[in-house]
C-alpha cells in the first residue's frame, strides 16, 4: 500500500503539472481539467516520489508535477505492477494499469538538464474504470488483476 502525495493537472499537454492537492477521477475519461485525459489508455500517469527523488540526487530541483505526472505516490513500488493490475485511489476511484513507461519523442527540459528523465522508464499509465475524487493523503491500495 501506498499514499498520495500529489494530484496534478494542467491546461494543456506538454508541460510541468500544478499540485491541485485534489481532483475528480472520470471513468472512461481521467481527472476532470487535465489536458491528458480523454478516451484512451494514458488517462492517468502516476510516478513514485521515490523516483523523483533520484533527479533531486543527482542535482535536479524537482517536485511532484514536474514530470507531466497526474498522481506522485510514496510507499508503492509502481513500475513493478503488472499490466492488468487494478489500484484503488481514496475510497472511490478504481484504475487498471495499462502501460508502464512511455517513449518520449521530444526530449524534456530535465532530460536536458541531467541528461536522464525517470518518467519514460518509472512511470505508469492507468485508465479510470470507477470515478472518485481523490487527495493528498489518500492510500493507493492493488486490488489484483
Known sequence: ????????TSPKKGMRKKNVGTGRLVAEHGIEGDAHAGPWHRQVSLLALESVQKMRDVGLDVNPGDFAENITTVGLDLVALPIGTKIVIGGEALGEVTQIGKECHTRCAIYQQAGDCVMPKEGIFIKVLNGGT?????EVRVIGE
Not at 501506498?2 to 494530484?7: H, P, Q, S
Not at 481523490?134 to 489518500?138: A, F, I, K, L
Request: net charge neutral.
Open 134 to 138: 481523490v487527495r493528498v493523503g489518500d
Open 1 to 8: 500500500m501506498g499514499y498520495v502525495v500529489a494530484v496534478c
